[in-house]
């Protein structure tokens, strides 16, 4: 069984080429507030076993296009590591603007 950090790294790696779109400016998204509600929209918890319940209450703050929420309402752990592989991006993303600061 993978641990929850390899779980995470794997999540990572699957989002890289989206998020490497959106990094490159190819797609126009306010990063830092997408990234953070993507993965806040995830982290949420259900509260009901309805499927609806996550579509009619989260699918209005998910930042992108709505094919791309792809919600497992079945599977807590699944939603959580979406979560955690999107926080990842959010502080990678915030390192290069620090990094990319410290050579200015």
Not at 20 to 34: E, F, S
Request: charged share 35%; with cysteine.
């Amino acid at each position: 069984m993978k641990t929850a950090i390899e779980l995470i790294q794997d999540e990572r790696s699957r989002l890289g080429e989206f998020l490497d779109k959106i990094h490159n400016g190819d797609l126009v998204y306010d990063v830092g507030t997408d990234l953070s509600v993507a993965a806040a929209c995830y982290a949420a918890p259900e509260y009901t076993d309805s499927f609806d319940w996550p579509r009619s209450r989260i699918l209005p703050l998910w930042p992108w296009d709505g094919s791309a929420w792809e919600p497992t309402p079945n599977d807590r752990q699944r939603e959580l590591v979406k979560a955690g592989a999107l926080i990842v991006a959010e502080i990678e993303r915030l390192q290069r603007i620090e990094k990319r600061e410290k050579k200015q």
